[in-house]
């Protein structure tokens, strides 16, 4: 099992029955020996800090209507909002003020409002040229990819949900496809974009073989990113009623990915800080790399509920948390570094 630890640092990859003992064995110590190896990779590579990255959650319409998902389309519970560019362009005023300098956009599949999104992110640009824009609007044409690359965007995440064709059709409505996702994605790291994918970890159906196909898939692909977090029942969807997926395997994931991939930007995702009361502590503490605190406008996050319970996470108690450990937050962009 040690073996296995060191095998992964080394190599930088592991065969499939190796992953399988990381991610299910019941032997604590050697869960904490893969944590503590994966910190200090991270700590080689990044010193004991984090990137924030200000999460602006700008619409909840979306045309999709995954099942897992709070704001699926048939949840007619939802009061639906777009942010205005006033609000964007303010809720990114705020954002730089605080020191961040990274703005995700993200917000439900919308494809004629996200073209329209071209001429905001155009203005986020020429104001903070210094920032780096991330968008997480879904899947969209090439042309529109294109579009907002040229407005300006630099990154774009769209996390490929699970690797298996078949569970990915049990997650979601038949229109949906594991092949068109994987093609978007393609086509984002072509045209440029720092690329982040993922997958939830513990929902309906998952078998520990299908995260190692995520594994496998992240190996080829080779996204910049990778967001992965705990399934959590959404009230009013289909899955409501279903168990949480596993925060102690989340953990495992982040530390296998940072073992895998010492570059990769990993985020202590929400779904994790939402399950656990100290998730982002824990994700730190198992080589994630990057926090997403709440940007979003107050008198909307409550409609922008993924799960039940999401959090918001505010900068405050991020930098208290963060230098009770003896990390802090980073002052820069955070791109990925390639050497
Ligand atoms: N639990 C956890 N994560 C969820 N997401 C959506 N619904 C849930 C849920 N119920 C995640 C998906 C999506 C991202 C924006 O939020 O992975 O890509």
Redesign the pocket.
């Known amino acids: 099992m040690k073996d296995r630890i060191d095998e992964i640092q080394d190599r930088r990859t592991l065969d499939d029955e190796g992953l399988r003992m990381l991610l299910d064995t019941r032997d604590d110590a050697m869960v904490e020996a893969l944590h503590e190896r994966a910190r200090e990779v991270a700590e080689e590579r990044f010193g004991k800090r984090v990137y924030l990255r200000a999460l602006i959650e700008w619409s909840n319409v979306c045309r999709n209507d995954c099942l897992?998902?709070?704001i699926r389309k048939s949840n007619r519970t939802v009061r639906r909002y777009a942010l205005t560019r006033e609000e964007i362009l303010s809720s990114c005023e705020n954002a730089w003020s605080h020191g961040l300098r990274t703005f995700v956009l993200q917000g439900g599949e919308n494809p004629p409002a996200a073209l329209e999104l071209a001429g905001t992110v155009a203005e986020i640009h020429a104001s903070w040229p210094e920032a780096a824009i991330t968008l997480s609007l879904g899947e969209l044409p090439v042309e529109t990819y294109r579009l907002l690359k040229q407005s300006g965007a630099d990154r774009y995440l769209l996390?490929h949900?699970t690797a298996s064709p078949e569970h990915y059709a049990r997650l979601h409505p038949t229109s949906m496809r594991l092949e068109t996702r994987i093609r978007c994605i393609r086509a984002l790291k072509e045209l440029g974009y720092q690329t982040g994918m993922?997958m939830?970890v513990g929902s309906p159906f998952q078998t520990t073989e299908d995260l190692i196909r995520d594994i496998r898939l992240i190996e080829r692909i080779r996204p910049e990113m990778v967001g992965a977090?705990?399934?959590?029942?959404?009230k009013d969807t289909p899955f409501g009623n279903e168990s949480p997926g596993s925060a102690d395997k989340t953990l495992r994931l982040y530390s296998i990915l940072r073992l895998m991939f010492p570059k990769l930007l990993v985020p202590a995702t929400t779904?994790l800080s939402t399950l656990l009361p100290d998730g982002r502590r824990q994700g730190i503490l198992a080589g994630a790399n990057v926090i997403m605190p709440s940007f979003t406008p107050a008198t909307r996050r409550a409609d922008y509920a993924?799960?039940a319970g999401k959090s918001h996470e505010e900068l405050q108690t991020i930098e208290r948390e963060l230098s009770a450990i003896g990390y802090a937050v980073s002052p820069f962009r955070g791109d990925y570094d390639e050497r």
């Open positions: 897992y998902c709070g996390r949900e993922g939830m977090g705990p399934f959590i029942p959404a779904a993924l799960y």
